[in-house]
């Protein structure tokens, strides 16, 4: 089955700098790629996603990237904010409906203000 | 975005007890809700999948007696916790996606803080 691999553990940034997660993963059947932030006590959010045939995506101060010949991924965000602190899960599943989604071990995100 | 509502968000109750989570999607019908498990610090593990009108589909390792769920329409699915021990003490959480031409992808509720005394 599919297994997902996340890095940075942790990672702390000043404020308005940038910060980079990546994330690897083993099943070449996964199409779709989605990034979630977890505030504590809440549920995950979507915060950007991605499909196997586009290479790259940004929307505002967030961006992912996607080397599918290297079955690696990547979420980019600029000007960090202290509101951008949270807990980052990276996914991969076969589609975006109805599949499921396996998840990596998640990235700590501190932006110190 | 799509909405997915989660009730109660926090229940606190005595070792024996059955417990009832409630996931609903309200702006989309959701042919797929997922259940979730996560523990303190650690990432979601997957419990089962479940599509409407269906029986559930359970991860290995899941006991389908103890957690029992039920997706009886579009926009409703529930996670009952049966004689819930401390153990079973964990956060919750459900996901609600659907394909068609809603194309909804998984959506995720706020969670339910479940603690067995």
């Known amino acids: 089955g599919e297994n997902v691999e996340q890095h940075p553990s942790t990672l702390s940034v000043q404020e308005g700098d940038s910060a980079v997660i990546k994330c690897t993963y083993s099943?070449?059947?996964?199409?779709?790629f989605p990034w979630y932030k977890q505030e504590l006590g809440k549920g995950p959010q979507l915060i950007i996603d991605?499909?196997?045939?586009?290479g790259e995506k940004k929307d505002q101060r967030i961006a992912v990237t996607l080397n599918k010949t290297a079955k690696h991924f990547s979420l980019h965000i600029t000007e960090t904010q202290p509101e951008d602190s949270a807990v980052y899960f990276c996914a991969a599943s076969l589609s975006a409906y109805g599949n499921k989604l396996v998840f990596g071990a998640g990235t700590i995100l501190r932006v110190k203000s | 975005g799509a909405v997915v509502s989660q009730h109660p968000s926090r229940v606190i109750c005595k070792s024996g007890t059955s417990v009832k989570i409630e996931c609903r999607s309200l702006d989309f019908q959701a042919t797929t809700m997922f259940w979730y498990r996560q523990f303190p610090k650690q990432s979601l593990m997957l419990m089962a999948t479940?599509?409407?009108?269906?029986?559930?589909?359970?991860e290995q390792g899941v006991e389908k007696d103890k957690f029992l769920i039920n997706h009886a329409s579009l926009t409703l699915s529930t996670l009952t916790v049966t004689s819930a021990h401390p153990e079973d003490s964990s956060f919750y959480i459900c996901s609600a996606s659907s394909g068609g031409n809603s194309n909804q992808p998984q959506h995720f509720g706020d969670g339910t803080r479940l603690s067995i005394l």
């Open positions: 479940s599509n409407e009108g269906s029986k559930a589909t359970y």
């Open positions: 991605i499909r196997s045939n586009v």
């Open positions: 099943d070449s059947a996964s199409n779709y």
